[in-house]
């Protein structure tokens, strides 16, 4: 029971029905974007590609005329669109939004994906990629990540 709470609730926030909003800002037109944008997003990163935070922010950005996209909204939008995935994976769903396909600018994995890097790392060795071990408390990152990251 609980958990089919956590799975309509973590469902509620992807599909919230509201409108991305544009602010205007001293650095320019700034979007604040809806999750169903980034889950829409994560949905075209193919299988064995990448993508990095930087890079949906931009394509973000681009895609609603703005200057540039608010730092903070979609890194919870990643990880609200990561839980309801691992949700709907457990209940035997297929077409989920591949957010283990998203990694940080240098190539390092995420930590704040449900189960942290080892889901992240264990689906990227799936899709070919080769996993650098981590280096102290810095986090495992994708060798020769660049030569993945698709264009959005």
Request: aromatic share 6%.
């Amino acid at each position: 029971m609980l958990y089919m709470r956590s799975l309509r609730l973590s469902r509620e926030k992807l599909e919230k029905a509201e409108k991305p909003r544009i602010v205007d800002t001293p650095k320019g037109k700034m979007l604040i974007p809806k999750p169903v944008d980034v889950d829409r997003l994560l949905r075209k990163v193919e299988k064995g590609k990448l993508v990095t935070v930087t890079q949906i922010m931009g394509k973000l950005a681009k895609d609603f005329c703005a200057a540039y996209t608010c730092p903070l909204t979609p890194e919870i939008f990643l990880w609200v669109s990561a839980e309801t995935a691992e949700e709907d994976l457990k209940i035997g769903r297929k077409q989920v939004a591949p957010y283990w396909r998203v990694i940080n600018d240098d190539g390092s994995l995420n930590e704040k994906f449900m189960g942290g890097v080892e889901i992240q790392a264990t689906r990227l060795a799936e899709e070919g990629h080769t996993i650098l071990l981590a280096q102290g408390k810095k986090p495992p990152k994708v060798k020769n990540f660049e030569s993945s990251l698709q264009t959005l």
